[in-house]
């Protein structure tokens, strides 16, 4: 069972403005020194219909995944997301949980993960361990 514990309201304020102010901060340098380094445009796999843009961004703080505005998935249970290497997925790139089946949407990577040393992006079923679809980057 998790304890609440008060927080004065005056602390809540200045927490609220300091995230604010660090957001704007942060998102704005990235976005206006954003690169786009791939693209690709997705295919179904395993009998799942996926289509819709993907591109990959390098900004000042790491990369960026964006789904575009014309992504969509049929639906799957657990879907997540990750790269590909000449056809074969790399479960040490399985990221992030799908947050939605259609619509645009944007994913930070982890460090760890270099998108240059992939030719795949890869909407993956976790418990079919089946790939949903895959774009191909250029």
Known sequence: MIQRLPIPSRLLAALAVVGILAGTAMITPAH?????????????????????????QKNGSGYTVILENDFSLDGA??????FAKRGK??????????????????????????????DEFVVWCTDFSVSLGVAKLR
Do not use: C, M, W
């Open 89 to 118: 997925f790399d479960k040490t790139t399985e990221f992030s949980v799908l947050k939605s089946n259609t619509g645009r949407q944007v994913y930070a990577l982890p460090a760890s993960i270099d998108p240059t040393q992939y």
């Open 32 to 56: 206006s020194q954003s690169q786009t380094v791939a693209t690709g445009q997705f295919e179904g796999r395993n009998k799942h219909v996926t289509t819709g843009g993907v591109s990959i």
């Open 77 to 82: 249970p657990a879907p997540t997301l990750g």
